[in-house]
């Protein structure tokens, strides 16, 4: 079981409260779990990648185990804690307020 | 009785307005899409209560959302907007090519057929249409594939698609306006357009009598006259009797040549609407006196209209879709400023009441006349 946060903003969106549960079949990428994570919740495709190109939208980022992965290959492994659902990806946005 | 719902967007959501035909108390519902900049909502003719909203965020792109009973509950529908084929460039501010990229929909129109059909005006300049419910989109790439969109520059804003204007008298006629290459027209569905501007004067350009590069605000058209239109530029407020063939100055004694928003009496054909505005990047109304300008014969002569509207001190826009009209016998206008005021007057401009005085900048206003 991977788990996800999203932003409030996405959270709203996809009609969830705290954190996305995902089963993810095969290896644990960045790829697979956007990939999932819009498979379960269509209405949030385009919103976190660009239609299309599948890139990551420029005002997110993601992290996991206090690592920005935001410029990791899609297909490179996410940390073994994210695979086995010990910690979180955190989809982030990248800009505050102020 | 009759009701009647105003729709607006604003850069924090969205909110539903309702009133009964007195036009005196009104519930405000909202907002709905909170935090996110919605540019339009419009109703289907149709059916009033489908509703479609532009939702979008520089976080997260573009959402299109749907009601089906009125904006009490909505649902997200299809948000991908491909160009046709290779975009191509269009230019850049200092004129180098620059390549077309999908922003977010300015405009929603709803068909006046089939309460599926749904088209979009979208910034890079494109227009979209759904025949789905605004499940899946498809562009109408005749438009920008017309030999002039590697000229199209884009205005201050963007380069927006902001207006799109069906022909209730044909099918197959459109206008739409690009901020800045002009208006143009199709006379088959969308297939092949053609720029309309002839006879535009627009500021400094190098050759006045360009076909495209012309700064329109925004359109309006009276459902009984479809072959006449009203357009607010950025400079000067123009009209056209020949469906935009050519288009005649007729701002005559309004204070400024500068505004956005333009619309047109339910049931008087020559009876218009516009604000002022102070060009050009002051972008307030002249003397800080919010000031809607009627004009009963079509242009030319204008008279203020002040009663109820700030008068001093006042620096606040009105923007391009923020405007709109009812259709109960005494006309209703409405229009909503970038202070997050909304103003409406039951009896076409003479005197004017804040329905509601603080919301988030109002990006656009709609108007549904509800039996």
Redesign the interface.
Known sequence: MIRVELPAHLRTLAGVKGEVTLEVAGQVTLKSVLDALEAKYPTLRGTIREHGTLKRRAFLRFFACEEDLSHQWPDALLPETVANGKEPLLIVGAVAGG | MSKVRLLVGTRKGAFVLTSDGKREKWDVSGPHFA??EIYHVKGSPVDPNRLYASQS???????IQRSNDGGKTWE?VG????YDGVPGTHQWYDGTPHPWEFKRVWHLEPSLKNVDEVYAGVEDAALFRSADGGQNWEELSGLRGHGSGPHWQPGAGGMCLHTVILDPSDPQRIFIAISAAGAFRTDDGGKTWRPINKGLRSGTIPDQDAEVGHCVHHIAMHPSRPGTLFMQKHWDVMRSDNAGDSWQEVSGNLPTDFGFAIDVHAHEPETIFVVPIKSDSEHYPPDGQLRVYRSKSGGNEWEALTKGLPQKDCYVNVLRDAMSVDALDSCGVYFGTTGGQVYGSTDAGDSWTPIVRDLPAVLSVEVQTLA
Do not use: D
């Not at chain 2, 948000?79 to 491909?82: G, I, L, W």
């Open positions: 935090g996110w965020s520089g976080w997260f792109g573009q959402v997200p948000n991908k907007f491909a």
